[in-house]
């Protein structure tokens, strides 16, 4: 059965970097674009970055354009997302997907269970 597995959550204060980490068990995720969405208390989910099967590309929402930063390891089947200048706005439970490179949903077939970020001010 193939799965993503989210980790490297966890609390810390405003300004702080974090990095989160995905990887793919089951099945390669090397030929799918990879992808990271987050809910916040309250709100629908949204999408915060994409990077395309090979790396060559990869989108970020407004919100975290020049913060965060996603990059892929095709040898490792993993995901990482770092995260510089964190705000409490940021604040969420943060999910990889796996699938078709967009900044919808609906392209994604591969969810991961999410892992918890708490920014404090």
């Known amino acids: 059965q193939a799965y993503l597995r989210e980790s490297g959550g966890g609390l810390v204060q405003a300004g702080d970097s974090l990095t989160l980490s995905c990887a793919a068990s089951g099945r390669t995720f090397s030929n799918y674009a990879l992808a990271w969405f987050r809910q916040a208390p309250e709100k629908e989910r949204e999408f915060v970055a994409a990077?395309?099967?090979?790396?060559?590309?990869?989108q970020y929402a407004d919100s975290v354009k020049g913060r965060f930063t996603i990059s892929k390891d095709n040898g490792k089947d993993t995901v990482n997302l770092q995260m510089n200048k964190l705000t409490p706005d940021d604040t969420a439970v943060y999910y990889c997907?796996?699938?078709?490179?967009?900044?919808?949903?609906?392209?994604?077939?591969?969810w991961g269970q999410g892992t918890q970020l708490t920014v404090s001010s």
């Open positions: 997907a796996a699938g078709q490179m967009s900044t919808m949903e609906r392209f994604y077939k591969y």
């Open positions: 990077i395309a099967w090979n790396g060559n590309n990869s």
